[in-house]
Every structure is written in structure tokens, then in C-alpha cells.
């Protein structure tokens, strides 16, 4: 890898995100900027930074067109594609303030986001997006153009839908560069809110900018460098990680083709970089737990050392262990175990991101110990969003990292996380009390995570509002033992309840596969919707959760349990796009299930 960082375009020098992207267009016109599929041609395409340019400045003259004036919103919501970009690009080029929506969100929060905030034009991809958008169409007053990148079923009487190809010039001029200064609004970021309407994050070009320059000073990413996206553009994370930063140091970006092909197009692509929530990282733990279920009693025996020596490897390179006799053996087993798995993930993998929500240690400590490089870091919308990152040679990965460059942070007497510095948000848009309910008059933004700070490294400890406080006064932090028993590869969703109770339960999902092996195991019947709650399979889930929490404080005793099948999804408004929890939907959808473990008692 070289690691030449020459190229690299500061955030004094972009000024904006759109001069981010000219002056990219200017050093490196002709190297490789985007990667996607064709569909039609069934290949993977190539695009140059001048390439991209030359679309841009279509799409600008085609927006110049709408009239609108500097400041005014658009909003887009596609997967991730270099499409994405281009309107991203030639909207900021042009003073427009950007909204991203999410693609799975349902159509009711799509239109009350467009709505809110005043939304002129939206791009979308296609019909199943329209379709949606169709049963909330009395809703979508304000929008002017709505563009299509693929044919959809207009309605009679509707004039503003165009197709991009009917809708852009067949050529373009110069690339604007009326694009405001660096203080100014650049996108409106909505929360997926776990309760209540979504807010709408105010995040300046400055913001984006300096959150992205600072990161590199611990980030590791260098021109030569392809990563391949497929979180959702419309998360922070994702866009200021894997769209802006690889801007500015010149990498090449891949769009993975979905969720359910990425582990093809790892193997295609050979990425160097992968930027990742947790949920990922488990899914690929989990199939890796199943298949040594398996394999030989020697199969898993190899494979634990492989990853204990591994782990005790990179231990020793970070100067928190010492030398071991057993590291004479790494070569034979990277051979037999650790690079086997580190192929399926591209074999060229220097660094892999995780953000978004905590990273179990357990995880954390497979995928380190089989020899790639994680690192973890915390942030949120609000915060632009990096607030800290683990430095590849001061990894702790107990930890969410060291604080960047310009950032203050500091503990409240509650244990909340404070954070200060240009990364902040200007607030939410035509929300003045939410925004002075987490910025104090100081200019602190209040996380609502509890936090510690040792050596300088950050440990998110939980959240202020997400604590279940028990009828005994017993107050109990769900999320870290939600995560340990969604470790065990039958459970997929995992919630504890228990507040004002007097003994934790839980509300579980079950993994389809791994509840078809088990109920055969025990004579049921995997069809049945009743069969979850026999009480001999409810004994194993109980005995497994046991298992899971074992290195837990004493108040962590889960005594009864509801095991469902289907899935908590978006569409059922039981998780927020972000794949956070809606407890109280949840709450409320299974509350007859509740009360009745908590019968007598």
C-alpha cells in the first residue's frame, strides 16, 4: 500500500464541498473515481473524475433550468450509486441545500421529511420508490420536479415527473461554482428519531469538511485505495467516510450491488477499505459460528487458535502483550484458518471501519484475532459525525477511540459524553427548542451517551435514556446484553424489558435457520407459530441466554422469554432505518405477550 498522502486536498483548500470535488476533478482527471454495476451489460464500469465532472455539469444546467434560488432544498433518494453523486455534486455546485432519504423508509416519514423541510425537487430511482410515494402523492404539495432514474407509471394529470434521460441536457457547460462559502448550510440530515418525528440535522460545508480533514489524521486512506460502499448514503457515516474523505484523498469507490450480494462483490472487487455498522460484522460472525457447528470438534479447536493467537499477535504489536512461542505457528495457521476467511472478504482488505452503534468485544476480538485490521469509531449525525477513532497503532477495541483533531470532550457529573468544536451541527432545521434542548449556552452538545475517558480513549458506557429502571430501583443498561445474546446465532432481535417491573424478560426474534434446527432437534414442529412458546424449546433459549450473559453483573437474569418469528423491520415500524430499536412500538405491538410473563408476579 503506498502510503503517500501528497494528493491529499485539505479542508482550508476545498472551502466547500463542491470545491472539494473541482479541485479533485483538477488534480486527477483521469484517474478512476466510481465503480458500478451494469445491469444491462452485466459488467462492472469505470468512471473518471473527469467523466464525473462532464455529468455534473449536465445535471447543473438542468437544475439552473427549475429556477430555483441559493439555499433551496432537494432531496434524493436512490441507493447508492454514482448517480448519487452527481446530483449530490451539481445540487451543491449550485448553493442547494441536499436531503437525503433513506430508500427502505416508509413513504409516510419520506413525505413528512420532503414536507418539513420544503423540499423543491427529488430524485428517485424508480417504480418501486414512486409506488410508495403514490399512496402519500396528497402529501407532495411542494415539490416542483420529480426526477425518475428508471421509467415509472405516471398518473394522469401529473406534469412533474420526468425521467433524468428525458429531463438532462445532452451536454453541459462549465462546472458552478456558486456554491456559497464554507459556513453555509449544506444538507439536511434527518434522524430516524426511535421515538417521535424525525428532526432534520443542519450540517454546514464547513462541518462535513472539517470532520473529514481531521479524520485522516487517524483514518488511513491514501490514493491507491478502493472501498466498496454499500451502507446507505443517506447515513452520516457513510457519506462522510465513504464518499467525502476518499474525495479528498483521491481513492476509488465501488458500489456494491445489495446487502444479500456483497459477499460476491467483495470476491470481485478485492476492496481495500470496508466501512460498516456492527449488524454486518455480526451477520458474518453468526455464519461463521454456524458453519463450525458444523465442522469437526479439531475444526473449531483449530479455528480458536487461530483466533487467540491472533489476538495475542496484535496484542503484542499495539505493546499491550508480550512475545509468545505460539506466534511460531501464525504462518501454518493463516494458511489453514485466517486467510482463508480474510479471502472472502477480498483478500486485499488493510482496513475495515465500524461505526454507527457499538461493536460487541467478542466480534471485535474474531475478526482482529483472524487478522484484519477493524477499527472502531463514535460519532452521530449531529457531530458530522466523527467525535473519535481508533488509531491503527493505539487500537484499543474496548474503546471507540481517541477524540480528532479540534474536538473537546468531556464527562457531565451524570456520565454523559459532552462534545464541542467545528463539527457541531447548526441545529435543526425550524426546531430552535430541540436544538437548545442538546446545545447548552457554552455551545456543548449533549451526546445522551454515558462515557468514561482513560488514556485519552473513549468508552461509551450507555445511554441516559435507554436504562430500565426495576420496581426494586435496580437500574439495568439493556443494550450491552441485548448485544451479548444476539451473539448466539439463534437469536436474531433481541429486546430486555423489565422497566418498573420486578424481573427482566426478553422479546426475542429467532433466526429462520437456526429455529428450523433446533425445532427439529426437539420434535416440533418449525411451521407452527405456536411452537416457539413449547416449553421445552423456551428451557433452551433460556438456558442459552444464561449462557450469554455469564460474565454479566448479578441484576442480569432474564427469568421469562417470548421467542417470534417475524422479523422487526422497518416496514413494521419496529426499527428506525437506522436498524435502531423502536422500543415503545415494540412495547406496544407485543404487550398482551408482556403482561403475560409477568402474570402473578
Known amino acids: 500500500m503506498n502510503k503517500d498522502k501528497s494528493d491529499f486536498i485539505a479542508a482550508e483548500t ?107 425537487v427529488l430524485l428517485l430511482q424508480g417504480e418501486e420508490q414512486w409506488q410508495g410515494l403514490l399512496t402519500v402523492h396528497d402529501q407532495l404539495g411542494d415539490l416542483t420536479r420529480i426526477l425518475t432514474l428508471e421509467p415509472v407509471t ?14 438532462l441536457p445532452e451536454t453541459g457547460g462549465e462546472l458552478h461554482s456558486d456554491d456559497g462559502d464554507s459556513s453555509e448550510l449544506a444538507t439536511i440530515v434527518y434522524t430516524s428519531g426511535t421515538t417521535g418525528r424525525p428532526k432534520g440535522v443542519m450540517l454546514s460545508h464547513w462541518n462535513i469538511l472539517f470532520d473529514s480533514d481531521s479524520a485522516l489524521e487517524i483514518v488511513q486512506m491514501y490514493a491507491d485505495d478502493l472501498l466498496i460502499s454499500f451502507l446507505p448514503l443517506s447515513h452520516t457515516f457513510e457519506r462522510t467516510v465513504g464518499y ?45 459460528q454456524a458453519g463450525l457447528a458444523e465442522k469437526s470438534p479439531l475444526a473449531t479447536k483449530l479455528f480458536n487458535l487461530a483466533v487467540d493467537t491472533g489476538w495475542k499477535r496484535f496484542l503484542h504489536r499495539q505493546g499491550r502483550g508480550s512475545w509468545h512461542p505460539v506466534f511460531l505457528l501464525w504462518p501454518l495457521l493463516n494458511k489453514l484458518v485466517a486467510g482463508k476467511i480474510m479471502a472472502k472478504l477480498g483478500g486485499n482488505m488493510h482496513m475495515a471501519a465500524s461505526g454507527g452503534a457499538p461493536l460487541p468485544m467478542p466480534i471485535a476480538r474474531v475478526f482482529i484475532g483472524l487478522g484484519l485490521n477493524l477499527i472502531q469509531g463514535y460519532g452521530l449525525t449531529e457531530t458530522s459525525p466523527i467525535l473519535t477513532a481508533n488509531p491503527e497503532k493505539d487500537n484499543e477495541p474496548g474503546s471507540v477511540g481517541i477524540p480528532l483533531r479540534g474536538i473537546e470532550l468531556r464527562v457531565a457529573d451524570d456520565d454523559e459524553l459532552l462534545a464541542r468544536g467545528p ?149 413494521n415500524e419496529l426499527i428506525t432505518p437506522t436498524l435502531k430499536l423502536k422500543r415503545n412500538r415494540i412495547m406496544e405491538r407485543f404487550e398482551t405477550d408482556i403482561e403475560k410473563m409477568y402474570e402473578g408476579h
Not at 405516471?154 to 429531463?167: I, K, M
Not at 459477499?263 to 461463521?288: A, C, H, W
Open 423 to 571: 463539527v457541531i451541527m447548526l441545529g435543526y432545521w425550524n426546531n430552535q427548542e430541540a436544538t437548545d434542548a442538546v446545545i447548552d449556552a457554552e455551545g456543548w452538545f449533549h451526546t445522551g451517551d454515558k462515557a468514561r475517558i482513560e488514556n485519552n480513549h473513549v468508552y461509551i458506557t450507555g445511554r441516559l435514556k435507554e436504562i430500565i429502571v426495576m420496581a426494586n430501583g435496580e437500574k439495568v443498561p439493556p443494550a450491552d446484553m441485548e448485544m451479548a445474546i444476539a451473539l448466539d446465532t439463534l437469536f436474531e432481535q433481541v429486546m430486555i424489558i423489565g422497566d418498573n417491573r420486578p424481573f427482566l424478560t426478553a422479546m426475542i426474534v429467532l433466526n429462520e435457520e437456526q429455529w428450523a434446527i433446533h425445532a427439529k432437534n426437539l420434535e416440533l414442529d418449525s411451521s407452527d407459530p405456536d411452537a416457539p412458546a413449547a416449553e421445552r424449546f423456551e428451557k433452551l433459549v433460556c438456558e442459552k441466554i444464561t449462557m450469554q450473559l455469564s460474565e454479566f453483573p448479578g441484576y442480569a437474569i432474564i427469568r421469562q422469554v417470548t421467542c417470534v418469528l417475524e422479523p422487526w423491520t422497518i416496514e
Open 244 to 288: 467525502y474523505i476518499p474525495m479528498m484523498v483521491g481513492a476509488n469507490i465501488a458500489y456494491a450491488r445489495s446487502i444479500s450480494e456483497l459477499g460476491e462483490d467483495l470476491q470481485t472487487i478485492k476492496p481495500t477499505l470496508m466501512i460498516s455498522v456492527p449488524r454486518i460484522y455480526e451477520r458474518v460472525y453468526n455464519k461463521i
Open 14 to 120: 476545498a472551502v466547500t464541498l463542491a470545491g472539494l470535488f473541482r479541485e479533485r476533478v483538477k488534480r486527477s482527471p483521469n484517474k478512476v473515481a466510481y465503480r458500478q454495476f451494469d445491469q444491462d451489460t452485466g459488467q462492472w464500469c469505470d468512471s473518471t473524475w473527469q467523466e464525473m465532472a462532464t455529468e455534473v455539469a449536465r445535471w447543473q444546467d438542468a437544475l439552473a433550468r427549475e429556477g430555483l434560488q441559493q439555499g433551496e432544498r432537494v432531496a434524493v433518494l436512490l441507493r447508492n450509486c454514482k448517480e448519487w453523486v452527481t446530483f449530490d455534486q451539481a445540487a451543491l455546485g449550485c448553493g442547494l441545500v441536499v436531503v437525503p432519504l433513506y430508500t427502505d423508509d416508509r413513504p409516510e416519514s419520506a413525505a413528512y421529511i420532503l414536507n418539513h423541510c420544503g423540499a423543491k
Open 154 to 167: 405516471v398518473p394522469e394529470g401529473e406534469t412533474r415527473v420526468s425521467t433524468v434521460a428525458d429531463w
